[in-house]
């Protein structure tokens, strides 16, 4: 099983809030991702990260913001959240390499009322 | 702009018979491609990858990929209503390594 963590797993808040979704994993990875996924509809890259200070944007426009301060940890930040930022949020990690398999996390599920 | 392809179903198959899933894909320097299974209300998970034209076979799984044609599929043999489930296909390709996944197919396998 992977070793790739999120926190919270169910989060209902408030408009407005600022919230900050938790990834954590223990495989050394160097690469870590955050995909966003409505029920029933496809993976959106929101994020990603090729390592310690590195961050990317990914396909999806997102309101939201990461960091990579350490190579195990890599937050997601919205500063106020919205009714349209309800989703389930994904975050991945990998190796570098070819062989570039990803190990998910099992998800936080948002609710912005 | 790199685009995977999949039937999003739902492909109805009966217990015990073979569920052929394909994936097309629009890059052709594409290096490497998963099968990744979704469960519902789950995260992905991996079920193959495969890096070669040819067959990869992992016990009731075998993953074909076809380059020239651009498209990679996964046969289930002896379906079970167990792997009644959404199944992604991602591709990455050199450079970045990103990958691209497809919306993915659901497969219901009945009893």
């Known amino acids: 099983e992977a070793d790739i963590y999120q926190t919270p797993r169910y989060l209902v808040i408030g408009t407005g809030k600022k919230i900050t979704l938790e990834c954590s994993q223990t495989m050394g990875h160097d690469k870590m991702y955050w995909y966003q996924q409505d029920p029933g509809m496809e993976l959106h890259l929101i994020h990603y990260s090729y390592g310690v200070n590195s961050t990317e944007k990914g396909d999806l426009s997102s309101e939201s913001t990461v960091s990579r301060i350490r190579t195990e940890h890599f937050p997601l930040t919205l500063e106020s959240a919205r009714p349209s930022h309800t989703s389930q949020y994904l975050c991945?990690?990998?190796?570098?390499?070819?062989?570039?398999?990803?190990?998910f996390g099992p998800g936080t599920r948002l609710l912005v009322l | 702009q790199k685009e995977v392809e999949q039937n999003s179903g739902p492909l109805s198959v009966p217990e015990g018979a073979i569920a052929s899933l394909n994936c097309t894909y629009s890059d052709r320097v594409s290096q490497s491609f998963f099968w990744y299974r979704q469960y519902s209300g789950k995260s992905p998970e991996l079920i193959m990858s495969?890096?070669?034209?040819g067959d990869k076979e992992d016990g009731r799984f075998t993953a074909q990929l076809n380059k020239a044609s651009q498209y990679v599929s996964l046969l289930i043999r002896d379906s079970q209503p167990s792997d009644s489930a959404t199944y992604l296909c991602a591709v990455t390709s050199g450079g970045s390594y990103i990958p691209t996944f497809g919306r993915g197919t659901s497969l219901i396998v009945h009893p």
């Open positions: 991945a990690s990998s190796e570098y390499g070819t062989e570039e398999t990803q190990y």
């Open positions: 495969i890096y070669s034209n």
